[in-house]
């Protein structure tokens, strides 16, 4: 897929840009805080309806402004055009159209655009809670697997209903409702553990083989799923300490308590890794992610979206990284950095098609590239 051209209306701090976009590189040059992460977010937006960073819609619109609005024309791998507009009326729902076809569920467009974004904030995978890890398997199988996404509503629906139900003083007199509610939790959850088993199964080593070719082969990593549904049949494990939820007031077993242990050396990432290595594992991580998609998703190369991925690595790691992301297994590429540098060097390094952009206060304008 190829994002030919953006059209952008009062998204944060950008006011107004309409911007076309090279085939391969796209590089975003400005000053920390000048708008170029935005850009990228517009980008994100339109491929999974909502914003990286912010889930609260009427949050991404300028200050001062009652709308924003977002278009960008595509082509895919079969040279037809794609047009995808986004709008929201401050105090109203948004609106998602396809070539002026509206959806009637958003989750029907997750995955016509698959897209990898890697940003600073990826670190919090490794040092923040299991729902971001959890998310970040959720948000790759969504895009080539359009049950999941039914099937993750399903269970967490069952799931908050059961969380209701627990906190009802009146709970044990409701028994049956409680044991429908489980069985649709046992279901759906082990529909979405099988997934998740297989994705991570396929991703570990790409992931192992990227970590590699960035740091030199200097730590071992890998990942481990961790889930209840290893316990036995999901329905036991759920009903076992039924009585200790209602105790609690919530469900304590599910696949909403997964997790995605990530190690080094045999040791935990979060309580071994050096920053330079957290940022590595992570980057190596999300490009795995990359190339799975690319084999899995409708034959469609996502889009790829780098945000400052160089501060605080050391000159071998950004060497790596600039060779490895200049190589041609890539397709579209936006890439933001405060270092003009960075970026000359990768273009250098590829001879592809690209176009520099500079990004102030939210203005972006288009400016010839001396390579």
Do not use: W
């Amino acid at each position: 897929m190829i994002l030919e051209k953006l059209t952008i209306l009062n998204y944060k701090n950008i006011a107004e840009s309409t911007l076309e976009f090279s085939a391969k590189f796209n590089c975003m040059l400005g000053n920390n805080g000048a708008g170029k992460t935005n850009l990228l977010d517009a980008i994100h937006y339109l491929s999974f309806c909502r914003s990286a960073s912010n889930p609260i819609d009427s949050q991404v619109m300028q200050h001062g402004k009652d709308f924003f609005m977002l278009e960008g024309q595509y082509i895919n791998e079969q040279g037809s055009q794609e047009i995808i507009a986004c709008s929201m009326k401050r105090g109203s729902a948004k609106q998602f159209k396809r070539n002026d076809k509206k959806y009637k569920r958003l989750s029907e467009h997750i995955g016509l655009i698959p897209l990898i974004y890697v940003s600073p904030a990826d670190t919090t995978l490794i040092e923040g809670s299991s729902d971001i890890r959890r998310h970040l398997l959720d948000m790759v199988i969504a895009q080539f697997d359009y049950t999941y996404i039914d099937a993750l509503n399903r269970y967490n629906r069952a799931l908050l209903q059961r969380n209701a139900l627990l906190k009802d003083e009146h709970a044990a007199e409701q028994m049956e409702l409680l044991e429908i509610l489980e069985m649709e939790m046992a279901q759906q959850g082990e529909n979405i553990y099988q997934k998740r088993a297989a994705f991570v199964d396929e991703l570990i080593p790409v992931f192992q083989n990227i970590y590699t070719q960035i740091s030199g082969q200097s730590e071992t990593v890998s990942l481990q799923y961790l889930s209840h549904c290893t316990r036995g049949p999901l329905l036991e494990v759920i009903q076992r300490d039924r009585m200790k939820d209602m105790a609690v007031g919530y469900s304590l077993h599910g696949i909403h308590r997964d997790d995605l242990e990530m190690l080094i050396d045999g040791f935990q990432m979060k309580r071994e890794g050096s920053q330079g290595q957290n940022k590595t594992y992570a980057l190596a991580l999300k490009l795995a992610q990359f190339e799975f998609l690319k084999r899995t998703s409708s034959a469609t190369t996502p889009l790829l979206l780098l945000d400052d991925i160089f501060d605080k690595l050391d000159a071998h790691r950004v060497e790596q990284i600039v060779e490895l992301v200049a190589g041609e297994q890539f397709g579209q590429i936006f890439i933001t950095d405060t270092n003009r540098e960075h970026l000359d060097q990768i273009l250098s390094r590829s001879h592809s098609d690209h176009k520099l952009f500079t990004v102030e206060a939210g203005n972006i304008t288009e400016r010839t590239a001396h390579v």
